[in-house]
């Protein structure tokens, strides 16, 4: 059997291991899209692989309500959507991209946020950390 790792060796393998933080590198909040920008239109050639259901789950659930009774909601879950609902289904998607673009925008903000505070207090420390050595070497020459 291998020996165990030391501190050490445990410490710079996981230096060394980055960990996912969901943040692409060099990317600020400047450099995404605005919620303003505009949203490509959905024109698939073949089914998306991201959004497989034609009809989103909130929009079937409403459908399937206006049927009374048991067999009448199975032949309106085969129907196609009319143009009323497709434009619904639209505008949510749209407000659901939207909302993502604000969400990516607050977690980068935040992770800014964070690396600055982290520098800040690095900073700090090394201030601190020259003020002990300087009052050390004060103390031992003075005996």
Same mark, same amino acid.
């Given at each position: ?40 239109? !959905? ?7 991201? &959004? /497989? *259901?034609?009809?989103?789950?909130? %929009? #079937? $659930? ?31 998607? !749209? ?7 604000? &969400? /990516? *925008?607050?977690?980068?903000?935040? %992770? #800014? $946020? ?30």
């Amino acid at each position: 059997p291998p020996a165990p790792a030391t501190t050490t060796e445990q410490q710079s393998s996981s230096a060394r291991r980055s960990k996912a933080t969901g943040i692409r590198k060099g990317i600020t909040p400047d450099a995404l899209l605005d919620e303003d920008a505009p949203t490509q239109p !959905r024109k698939y050639v073949t089914p998306s692989a991201t &959004s /497989r *259901k034609a009809v989103p789950a909130a %929009f #079937q $659930r409403k459908r399937s309500r206006s049927a009374a009774f048991g067999e009448e909601e199975d032949q309106l879950d085969d129907l196609p959507l009319n143009p009323t609902e497709q434009d619904l289904v639209e505008q949510k998607r !749209r407000q659901n991209t939207v909302a993502a673009r604000r &969400s /990516r *925008k607050r977690k980068l903000e935040e %992770f #800014q $946020r964070m690396k600055d505070e982290r520098d800040e207090e690095r900073r700090v420390k090394e201030i601190w950390k020259t003020r002990a050595l300087t009052m050390q070497a004060q103390l031992q020459s003075l005996g």
